[in-house]
């Protein structure tokens, strides 16, 4: 098919636009790069051995995507662009809703114009809330406490009722746990901007010698050793849950199916820090503070429904999402660079 990824340029949308191209698919990408460099794009093409033909523009613009829709003969889309820092959405609600909301209101109205009705969406398990019990299940109701998490709660009710305007839609709505790790090449990885909210990043940047150390939110909450669990995933398992979703979507009738992208196992933050330590050879020197406001103890993933009805599965390690990360951070200290490498 030929697919349409949003958000192309992103970490995820970056290793996804890959694993399409390898599994036959035609990739277009669109990106306004609001949070990617031009950097990647250079990257997926050496990695792809072929053109990776990208447009850099907001998705708000509707007619530059109705434009794109029907000039690239677009089959499916794969939905990424969208902001994702939890904090920042609490300083800048109307952002992420203009934005995420938004410019999923307008890739929408284009398609159903377009006459394109598969879109994959990259939800999140933030929609679980606060009070899930673990492992989660696709059937759980859904809530959030920050912007950021409602924009994912709203957009796939979006989806629902849009599915239900016409019969050909085909949406899949696919709820990540924690992804981290890199392309085995080390040529592509999570490149954040600024001080990294999230924990592998900031370890991966303690470990390089950018950060001096790391800070563990809490070591007081009922879990294994006090610290945060969470069900982490390797992106390139992530990516080929992406692949497997489209795949099915394509040949079966159901106008919506939503998938739990997980590995079904938890890590507490001494455990990933003890596993960085073995995959990098370096030492993570932190200290505890207080927990993080809005965190909760354990979050993860039943991913039966994926495997029964994709048959797909996370297939790599705690210790390989490391050691990936390692390479990625290892061979590209700063991150992407900002000219043209
Ligand atoms: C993981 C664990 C922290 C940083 C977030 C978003 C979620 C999703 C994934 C988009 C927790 C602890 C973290 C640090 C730490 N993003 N930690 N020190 O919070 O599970 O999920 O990213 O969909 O929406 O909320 O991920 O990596 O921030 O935290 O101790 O410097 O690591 O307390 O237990 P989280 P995280």
Redesign the pocket.
Known sequence: MRVLVTGGAGYIGSHTVLQLLRAGHEVVVVDDFSNAKPTVVGRLEELAGQPVPVHAFDLADGDKLDVLLAQERIDAVVHFAGS?A?GESVAKPLDYYANNIGGTISLLRAMAQQRVWRIVFSS???VYGEHAPVPMTEDLPTSATNP??WT?VMIEQILRDVAVTDERWRVALLR?F??VGAHGSGRIGEDPSGI?????P?VAQVAVGRREE?????DDYDTVDG????DYIHVEDLAAGHVEALQWISEHDRAVSTWNLGTGRGSS?LQ?IGAFEQASGRTIPYRVAP??AG?IAA?YADPARAERELGWRAERTLVDMCADTWRWQSTNPEGYPDGQD
């Open positions: 994702k939890v999140s398990a933030t950021y998490g994912k990540y924690n992804p990294p909210n999230n924990l592998m900031y790391l800070t563990v939110f809490g610290t945060g669990v969470r933050v990933v927990r993080r965190d979050s």
